[in-house]
């Protein structure tokens, strides 16, 4: 069942008008209108309280079809992905049902595929502030899309567990004379750059970073 189709059939079964829906967010029923017509979709940011108002989980909106996923400003189809805390992260074991819609306390759409596995992470602490002018740096607050199917080689920025911590970290990783280190960007980091161990896990790959602005 395609989105218009699931809005239109929920929105009635709950007995709402176009404009109760429309209220959520200051909006003309004629918005609401336009989605039950197929028209055009509404932001992947707006899901959430929708299927909320319909007592659905987003997959479940989005049609049998189309399961975690969400479509951007522009109508192109994204897929939603679980964001996970640092400890979560460190437990993640690979598989692509350990976190899925309804169980994970949020879900955001990525405009990259982060594969079956995908999830999310929230950057805290500064230790990956990089200095003024550096071109990629990651302060407290920015999300993280990480694929955790691809290979964490040189160079990359991974999300790792450490043997003894129960907490993953993001770190860039670095090969220095011939060895492994997981590198902070930030220059007055204390042990700004670490060895890797055995016993270390590598729990995936950044491909994506970025803020909400609104």
């Known amino acids: 069942m395609k989105f ?24 003309s029923a004629v918005n609401i209108s336009d989605w039950e017509r197929g028209k055009w979709m509404p932001e992947s940011s707006r899901l959430p309280a929708l299927a909320k108002k319909l007592q659905v989980s987003i997959s479940e909106l989005m049609g049998e079809g189309n399961p975690d996923a969400s479509f951007n400003d522009g109508g192109k189809l994204e897929r939603l992905y679980p964001v996970l805390s640092w400890v979560q992260a460190g437990d993640f074991n690979g598989h692509a049902d350990q976190y899925q819609p309804g169980q994970a306390e ?13 999830y999310i992470l929230r ?5 990956m502030v990089a200095p003024t002018g550096e071109l990629l740096s990651f302060p407290e607050g920015m999300y993280v899309y990480v694929n955790p199917d691809l290979a964490a080689t040189p160079g990359r920025f991974v999300i790792v567990r450490r043997k003894d911590s129960e907490e993953a970290t993001l770190k860039r990783l670095a090969i220095i004379d011939g060895d492994l280190y997981l590198e902070a960007l930030n220059p007055a980091w204390p042990s700004r750059y670490l060895r890797v161990m055995d016993g270390d896990r590598f729990c995936g790959v950044v491909v994506h970073a970025g803020f909400d602005i609104l």
């Not at 955001?108 to 079956?116: F, H, I, M, S």
């Open 4 to 27: 218009a189709q699931k809005l239109r059939q929920r929105r009635k079964e709950l007995g709402l008008t176009q404009q109760e829906v429309a209220d959520l967010w200051g909006i």
């Open 106 to 118: 949020e879900m955001r759409a990525c405009p990259k595929d982060l594969g079956e596995n995908g």
């Open 123 to 127: 950057v805290k602490g500064n230790s």
